[in-house]
């Protein structure tokens, strides 16, 4: 090309590009097609051209043009570069591979070659080749901002957090004003535990960049790590005011309102994220989680059910929507569901425990052997299992439910420092006791705790309940609450607005009802909502938890050789830890055995304990019994349809006609004392006796035979039959209790005996003494006052008779 032509032809080229800064890309093009016919063996020209098709979105035409630059000149690396740019827009990351690798055997020293490769390997997954890559960049190009960034991210998702760091605080020293550094520094502190300096850095973004949504979010997460929760609320709302599609940080949004116990608007929340992302299943069980502790059980069941569908792998969501299920007594829906879970992940968190408690709420018992030897070693090995509750009736051993407890406690409730120490209180006037439950309903709670409420002394003990439960109108929530002092109802509030009220009355004596049962809440107490914390009716066994001070028992409960297994400071009653009313309503109307199912003649064996009480080596020792003892019948409670028939194969696997299994219906309480008259012998199970329907069964003078175990749960029964004077019907083997339970059933003069005995002790029987019982237990009350005036620690209270 001589002089002129080439002159000439750089002419073009410049008004090309004037062209193509303008966005004329069209007039372009038509200039480059006719200098192209001029000069067909020019590559500028093509290579040109390639931009202008690409600058057009007309990709396939750019390549066809910067393929032609390199059949003209097969060393044009702008061309090779080109086409892997316009490669990795195609989504073609391997034919960009190719080119960026030709690049680079032209000019080994081309950074942005170097780069490219860099950010297709991270998004293959290659991070050991992106970061190869990234510092081959930073060895020709020291300075190389977007590369120390880029290598920060590939180093973190690599898990060497460290490294990360350093890459991005150079990103930063480079560049002060780079926001994206900023926000990664964030992100790989708050990875390392530096949540402070994660905060600085998240902020340092949103101050160089105030629209930086992400960054906003980042923001949220840290501090509600660090448990600034309020301040979290206010990080999220402006990642959403910035992006109002912004679902995660909808979903995030909900997460602290739950926690902060703003139902109601992490409801609205999580509603939000699902609007916006549709196929959001974590919103979905998120909001499912909500509405259940909101008592919106149907909508509950709803969203996890939308979380499966969205996410048909989602364990989560499948456990959670068989333990509403379970609550809404859909129960074989609910062993459904469980069963996903336990397929998708037999060892996700605490699902074992669960899992077993509902196969026996059904009566099912395959694999129990096996799966009752994994539940002990995983407990054993500290795993997180079970829930505490289910493991009362699991195994009888205390130590391994305390430890199972302090596992529970330390994941879900552990103590937390958010709130300032409880300085002593100025003596009162009165001691300020507070009642915590969900139970202030027609509730087995109530039933005995009534009279006692009644009884407290009100001129020394000031009464306040703070109720978490239904407000159901009942006669029995009639009945109690005018007991106190103070009757409020809570439960909208969350458990830190709840221990800030207990705070701000001065509470001296918080007494939880609830434990580790269905509708307690346990974080009242983690938070400390009282100076004084009692474990006390509601969860028979220890709460794993240090901030609770005592728990209320008895010596047939914990004998002093079992104190080491309580994380409470034992209080002895001087009788039977459980407290009664002194009368209970007795319907009046006439009942006999016929029209309740049962035979006219023959002897009628009873136990009226849920389904889940009822273990395979408790069932079979009752069929021996039933064998043993000709016409007799065992008359149980129905817990649920396939409970019964279960527990009827059962009983015919082991030689016993199902007909000889009879299930009591539910029936309202004054009925349900009627009838228990029927019945002749009262069987208890193990290791988790019977409660109420032992001191029920006691009271209408049936006598009930319990076999004593090693824990709580297992001595509850012993505890009241001590108290009406009945020890005869303790027993401490397997062996000792079906012989004297088959003794009262074929020896009629000897029943007789105890069954008068029983009706004699009744009326002067310690367990049915409300009056004394409230007595005693606030001397415990005092005393545990005493010592913390005094400043002194929790210790263990025994009260004399």
Not at 242 to 249: E, G
Not at 482 to 496: A, E
Not at 588 to 605: A, M, Q, T, W, Y
Not at 622 to 651: G, P, Y
């Amino acid at each position: 090309m001589n002089k002129k032509n080439k002159n000439l032809l750089d002419a073009h080229i410049k008004s090309i590009f004037t062209l193509y800064s303008n966005g004329q890309i069209k007039k372009a093009l038509d200039i480059i097609k006719a200098l192209i016919n001029d000069y067909p063996n020019e590559p500028l020209l093509f290579n040109i051209s390639g931009i202008c098709y690409k600058a057009n979105n007309q990709l396939d035409a750019a390549v066809d043009s910067f393929e032609k630059a390199i059949a003209i000149k097969p060393d044009d690396i702008k061309a090779y570069f080109n086409l892997g740019i316009i490669h990795m827009e195609m989504g073609k990351l391997g034919n960009a591979i190719r080119f960026y690798e030709k690049v680079l055997v032209l000019n080994p020293n081309y950074t942005d070659a170097h780069y490219n490769l860099g950010v297709i390997f991270k998004e293959l997954g290659n991070l050991d080749d992106a970061v190869k890559s990234y510092k081959k960049v930073l060895d020709i190009k020291p300075n190389h901002v977007a590369a120390y960034n880029n290598l920060g991210v590939s180093l973190k998702e690599l898990g060497h957090q460290e490294e990360a760091v350093k890459s991005y605080k150079k990103a930063i020293a480079i560049k002060p004003d780079f926001a994206d550094a900023h926000n990664n520094l964030g992100v790989s502190l708050k990875e390392l535990g530096h949540l402070e300096e994660a905060v600085i850095s998240y902020k340092k973004a949103i101050t160089i960049k105030p629209d930086f949504a992400d960054a906003c979010n980042n923001l949220g997460n840290v501090l509600k790590d660090l448990s600034q929760l309020d301040t979290a609320v206010i990080a999220y709302k402006n990642a959403i005011t910035i992006k109002p599609d912004f679902a995660d940080a909808a979903n995030n949004l909900g997460i602290v309102l739950h926690e902060l116990g703003q139902l109601n608007d992490a409801v609205k929340s999580f509603e939000m994220a699902i609007v916006i992302k549709p196929d959001f299943a974590d919103a979905a069980n998120n909001l499912g989680i909500v509405q259940h502790e909101l008592g919106q059980l149907n909508d509950a069941v709803k969203s996890f059910e939308m979380a499966i569908v969205i996410k048909s792998d989602f364990v989560e969501a499948y456990r959670n929507h068989g333990k509403v299920l379970m609550e809404i007594n859909r129960t074989d829906e609910a062993m459904v569901s469980y069963e996903s879970a336990f397929s998708l992940n037999p060892d996700l968190d605490f699902l074992l425990g669960d899992y077993l408690h509902i196969k026996r709420k059904l009566g099912i018992w395959d694999d129990w052997a096996t799966h009752l030897n994994e539940l002990t070693i995983k407990v054993n090995n500290g795993l997180q299992a079970t829930s505490p509750f289910p493991l009362l009736g699991l195994i009888d051993n205390p130590e391994m439910q305390k430890k199972s407890a302090e596992i529970f406690s330390d994941k879900f409730y552990p103590q937390s420092y958010d709130l300032p120490k409880i300085e002593v209180y100025p003596r009162h006037k009165k001691i300020r006791i507070a009642y915590f439950s969900g139970d202030f309903h027609n509730h087995p709670g109530m039933h005995l705790m009534a009279e006692l409420f009644e009884c407290h002394n009100k001129i020394f003990f000031e009464l306040i309940a703070f109720s978490f439960g239904p407000d159901t109108h009942d006669k029995w929530r009639q009945r109690v609450s005018v007991c106190f002092d103070q009757f409020i109802d809570v439960k909208l509030k969350s458990d830190r607005e709840i221990s800030l009220l207990a705070r701000k009355m001065e509470i001296d004596i918080a007494v939880n009802r609830g434990g580790y049962t269905q509708g307690g809440r346990p974080n009242i107490f983690a938070e400390g909502c009282a100076p004084i914390q009692v474990n006390y009716l509601g969860y028979p066994g220890t709460t794993g938890a240090e901030y609770m001070d005592y728990i209320i028992a008895d010596r047939a409960l914990i004998p002093e050789d079992k104190q080491q297994y309580y994380s409470e400071k034992i209080v002895y009653m001087p009788n039977s830890y459980q407290v009664n009313m002194s009368n209970r309503e007795v319907s009046k109307n006439s009942l006999i055995r016929d029209e309740l199912g049962l035979p006219v003649k023959g002897f009628v064996f009873c136990c009226f304990n849920n389904a889940y009480k009822i273990t395979p080596s408790t069932f079979s020792g009752w069929m021996r019994i039933l064998s043993a003892v000709e016409d007799s019948v065992l008359w149980l409670f129905e817990s649920n349809t396939t409970s019964n028939k279960n527990l009827k194969n059962e009983a015919i696997k082991l030689g016993i006609n199902e007909d000889r299994i009879i299930f009591a219906k539910r029936m309202p309480v004054e009925d349900h004392l009627n009838r228990i008259k029927e019945a002749d012998l009262f069987l208890d199970t193990l290791p988790y006796n019977a409660h109420t329907t032992a001191s029920d069964a006691l009271r209408m003078g049936l006598p009930v035979l319990t076999c004593e175990g090693n824990s709580f749960a297992s001595r509850v029964a012993a505890s009241l039959l001590r108290a009406v004077n009945l020890p005869e019907l303790i027993t401490t083997t397997q062996k000792q209790y079906e012989s004297l339970a088959i003794q009262l059933a074929t020896n009629p003069e000897k029943l007789k005996m105890i069954k008068d005995k029983l009706i004699y002790n009744i009326p002067t029987a310690v367990l049915y003494d409300t009056p004394l019982y409230t007595r005693q237990l606030e001397s415990a009350y005092l005393e545990m006052y005493e010592r913390y005036q005094n400043g002194l620690n929790p210790d263990h209270i025994y009260l004399e008779h």
